[in-house]
């Protein structure tokens, strides 16, 4: 029973994507919420890959030898990277200019949506690690388990609303969309399930050259499609409110 009890956190996590897609769906304003974002989300997603993601690696990587380590840790956070790479070749990503004219705001607009695309891919894989973790961390002691699972979802709220706004550009696509959300909301508990399902046979090093990959397609993302994003709106007051907002967000989840 206290199993079924940690499985349901890990889709309590889930859940607040939703929160995130229903503050975007609501909102009349979506070139001001689009910049808000953008801001929030590279805080929010800076904000997990150094004080969330780091450290885990560092501390699952404990039994590695230093040397090896290094090249362990270099060598998948960089397949991460390659790896969202290689989806662009799958995706439409079209570059934009910020000119007013109808064929570059659609530009802008394909842009937007595959930003959202490849960060919903990262982190459907990054929130089934998570989700394995709340899991395991539960199952020792609840009350840290659901401390755990309070500050992803947190963060999960600015990154639903990036993703949202994003997807939302485009009004074809339905079932990709739909999909999309149904994966993001649903990979933390599917990681759960893993856990409760293959407990024994997820080792320490799998979990670890996972998280490595998750880093390197966070970190592409955050330095390669965001930072352009809020170079290309630096005039915008809203990116900045986006930034200080993100800012606090990660100072609670340190507090937490």
Not at 13 to 37: H, N, P, R, S, Y
Request: aromatic residues 10%; proline residues 1%.
């Amino acid at each position: 029973m206290e199993k079924i009890g940690v499985l349901l956190l890990t889709l309590f996590v889930g859940i607040f994507f939703l929160i995130g897609f229903g503050i975007a769906k609501i909102t009349t304003k979506k070139k001001e919420l689009t910049q808000f974002a953008t801001g929030l989300a590279f805080m929010v997603m800076m904000g997990m890959i150094i004080f969330d993601i780091i450290p885990e690696i560092q501390e699952s990587y404990l039994m590695v030898e230093n040397n090896q380590k290094f090249f362990m840790m270099f060598g998948f956070t960089l397949l991460g990277m390659l790896l969202l790479k290689a989806l662009d070749i799958f995706i439409p990503h079209h570059q934009h200019h910020h000119k007013e004219n109808e064929k570059n705001k659609k530009e802008h607009n394909d842009h937007l949506f595959h930003i959202s695309l490849v960060t919903s891919i990262s982190l459907i894989i990054h929130n089934m690690m998570e989700g394995i973790s709340i899991y395991a961390t539960g199952i020792t002691n609840i009350s840290t388990g659901f401390l755990m699972a309070f500050a992803v979802a947190l963060h999960n709220i600015p990154l639903g609303i990036e993703i949202a706004v994003g997807l939302e550009t485009t009004k074809t696509k339905e079932k990709l969309k739909k999909g999309t959300t149904v994966l993001l909301t649903l990979s933390s508990f599917l990681g759960g399930i893993l856990l409760f399902i293959f407990d024994e046979k997820i080792n320490d090093t799998i979990l670890s050259n996972l998280l490595c990959i998750t880093l390197g397609m966070l970190l592409y993302i955050a330095l390669f499609e965001l930072l352009k994003e809020l170079w290309d709106n630096r005039k915008s007051k809203t990116i900045y409110i986006g930034l200080l907002v993100g800012i606090i967000l990660n100072c609670i989840m340190v507090i937490l």
